[in-house]
DNA sequence: CCATCTTTGTGCACGCGTTCACAAAGACAT
DNA sequence: ATGTCTTTGTGAACGCGTGCACAAAGATGG
């Protein structure tokens, strides 16, 4: 899902599959919630149904921490919480970064559900002067320039990125240089990092046009009749069906530009934070911050 | 990743695999860029690079949408555009809601990239009376009983919700009632709808949760000395390592309770959105809304 | 102590997604 | 027109994730 999902396949890490690690933070919202109400065990079935999970996908999940569960009983929800918490760090304490502290920036620093978790908002950095020292949240912004002292002061080893895109690589860029090894993107851009270093990605524009997606295939499903739409059947002329542009030719311009300007594209792997150009859109974050 | 992936396998639409309509928004984006510095032609290649992924997966998913290359030359970014725009049904306008104006609500309201990709905010709704009419991002914000008169009137088929966790099945369960098909909700809670709506989810809380799991194993791996840590050798007996709680035995309590409140826990498919009771945390979204 | 009943843990098969590797297609030069 | 060179489109193999179905484990009752 939200999508995001630039993340390294990875290492399969302590034989932990991925799509468990990933599930194991919805178990552990619905366990947490068992446990407020008091109450000691429970069946897979139940606790599937609760994290809207297949009880058999469960299970197995469970197994790859170990056997915690007791057979004709079900789990022990106190202990699944601790074995859970343990597995995810979140038995201990992660100082955080939040970079670009525009709406979005704003609004995460708001929010109540870090620290209950072991995530503790340890600075948030924004690059305008203007809002150095204001506090947000209770927590006075401070300017990029001290992005360096305050990682390595605080020790913190994960970043969240709510900049514009354009800003986003540099930022990364000295986030990882400072010692950052995992980053949480929500500006709607591409980071490269180098080995070692995760990045998991948030972008609403492109949930939006997932749905979209959706929401168009059901439509025209229904109504198969003034929609000259639905095509892709290897049909690869469009002619002027559509307004916005008069005529669409698969090769209306050939020659040159292969490797000119081009190259730039697929090659900005580090240094390429310099010209990136302003677009009417998709430079700012889900949130436009500031 | 992130987020969200509470999406339903569905019904390989159109032939066109989950997993590639995921990534269109992505290709889109870079051609985006592409196109507005003019570039004419692009390689899969390039593109790829451009976009994070391999280029042998961009070839075989532009091959879903049909044959819109030409050998030795590459794909024409202008056509592309158009083509991935098309599929994934952007060149309509589609109204969106968005419900619970809080500090996420507020900043996804403010979101720019809404227009250029045919999203439209076509309202701001909230169940604070106080913040009736009160304008958000130029938009005057709307009370949640106008919810139903909302929708259909706009026809509206796309909703957001970013209400406290609380809020959100009985918000999803109208929004759907009204007519809305396709869900985004950043809420942090399991959404149960009916067949034929598509619910995404976006979880902060989760992402970083993730993050967390990858950090403590970077950080096990170089120093395994100090760190007691590193467990899941099947090894199921915690004694009191931590401090939150004191003894861990893996059946601490037996006996009763199977089926009383447990029932309760997995069947809460529609008409549970009464009796939710406060976390200190994990109850709002993302963001914490007002 | 034995029988029954519940629920876990997992072997197995299936399907999707990814990647490799290459033949076919077309551009371009001569 | 022919040859060379680039790049697409895809067949095929592989690996991961999912879900079924069931044997094993343990609780519970007599």
Known sequence: MATGRTHRPATRSRGIPEATVARLPLYLRALTALSERSVPTVSSEELAAAAGVNSAKLRKDFSYLGSYGTRGVGYDVEYLVYQISRELGLTQDWPVVIVGIGNLGAALANYGGFASRGFRVAALIDAD??????????????????????????????????????????????????????????????????????????????ELQILAFHEQRKAGEGERVALPIEGGDLEPSPGGSRGTEGERVALPIEGGAQAGPMARAGQDTGAAAGGRQQGPDGDVPAVMPA
Request: glycine share 10%; aromatic share 2%.
């Open 129 to 206: 002067p203007a809002m150095a020292g204001k506090p947000v949240a209770g927590i006075a912004v401070q300017h990029t320039d001290e992005l360096e002292s305050i990682i390595t002061g605080n020790g913190v080893s994960i970043g969240v990125i709510a900049t514009p895109a354009g800003a986003a690589q540099q930022v990364c860029d000295r986030l990882v240089a400072a010692g950052v090894t995992s980053i949480l993107n929500f500006a709607p851009t591409v980071l490269s990092v180098p080995e070692g270093v995760d990045v998991r990605k948030v972008d609403l524009s492109i």
